[in-house]
């Protein structure tokens, strides 16, 4: 195995090395959500009782408003409203909400919050996976019904309007916005040394009682020819975006999860994995898939144009990694 490439991020909080806890421990909490499971390793003096629960009770209620599995979420009783109707959307919903279109905007349409329909076509939503392709029509009805550029919302009234058999999707930036409240909850009970998981996508904060950062190899597809990448995950969040996860199989062919929200259909661009390191979670995860969805020649210049620390593997196992991210490498 090759050396790890080392990250290490240049602005090192001097405030975390002088309040780091030397005479703590690392206090691990998890469980599950959004059918997957989460994490936290946070540096403490003293075991933390009453941590675990408050943090699953914050999961609980973010998978109750956004997730596209519950038929009782905030979500997926907008997903069902008729033509015209305007729904209320509590804070945290329209939090996401509007930076995945202000995303969606950015990339060109890249990443697109309102691709539901499209997703359950293609049998990666609740719905059961046929493990075949739709037909084209079905893709073509779907792909009409979509588009971020359909949806209004009301910013004062914290509000949005069903324009007509739209459904959202927030499976690719819900993660990553579940990870950054995690993170915000523990700075707002006093925490300042700790690393949240959700699912893989991380945010670091602090050092560990030893004075190391919180050392993360970001992911890398199975048997990818490429060395690890390991950077100190300190104030950053990091989120990865790869078709080794989710597909199917037919006719000789691999249909991956990743959908181009500009042709309804799965991405053929051989992208493996695209991993973003940014200051919030959420945008990490929404960069990350849009960044696949372009491909490496379109998401590399894309990922430079906008500053982007992003990693891009390929399915033949190359690596290519942004300006943003290339300036950390020690």
Avoid at 83 to 101: C, E, K, M, Y
Wanted: proline residues 7%.
């Amino acid at each position: 195995m090759a050396d790890p490439h080392i990250l290490i991020p240049h602005l090192l909080s001097p405030s975390a090395i002088a309040t780091r806890i030397a005479d703590g421990r690392v206090i691990a909490l998890g469980g599950r959500t959004m059918g997957t499971s989460w994490s936290a390793r946070i540096a403490a003096r003293a075991a933390l009782p009453d941590a675990g629960p408050a943090l699953q009770a914050l999961l609980d209620r973010i998978v109750a408003e956004m997730s596209h599995w519950e038929p009782t979420s905030d979500l997926c009783r907008f997903n069902r409203l008729p033509a015209g109707a305007w729904q209320a959307l509590p804070a945290d919903f329209f939090t996401v909400l509007r930076r995945a279109i202000d995303i969606a905007a950015e990339s060109d349409g890249a990443f697109d919050p309102t691709m539901g329909r499209l997703v359950d076509l293609w049998g990666f939503g609740p719905a059961p996976a046929s493990l075949a392709p739709p037909s084209d029509g079905d893709v073509a009805a779907a792909l009409a019904a979509s588009g971020y550029r359909r949806m209004a919302i009301d910013i004062h009234g914290r509000r949005a309007c069903q324009p007509g058999d739209l459904a959202l999707d927030f499976s690719g930036i819900a993660k990553g916005y579940a990870v950054d409240m995690l993170a915000d909850a523990l700075r707002q009970a006093g925490y300042r040394h700790f690393l949240v998981e959700v699912g893989g996508e991380l945010v670091g904060e602090g050092v560990m009682p030893d004075g190391q950062p919180w050392w993360v190899d970001l992911e890398t597809p199975p048997e990818a020819p490429v060395p690890p990448a390991r950077i100190a995950l300190h104030g950053l969040a990091v989120a990865t975006s790869g078709d080794y996860r989710r597909f199917f199989d037919h006719g000789g062919r691999r249909y991956a999860h990743s959908l181009d929200p500009r042709t309804g259909r799965p991405v053929e661009n051989g992208v493996a994995a695209v991993s973003v390191v940014h200051t919030r979670c959420m945008d990490a995860d929404a960069w990350a898939t849009a960044l696949t969805v372009l491909g490496i020649e379109a998401g590399m210049a894309l990922a430079t144009q906008k500053r982007l620390a992003a990693r891009f593997i390929s399915n033949e196992g190359r690596e290519a990694f942004s300006p943003a991210l290339a300036e950390m490498l020690d």
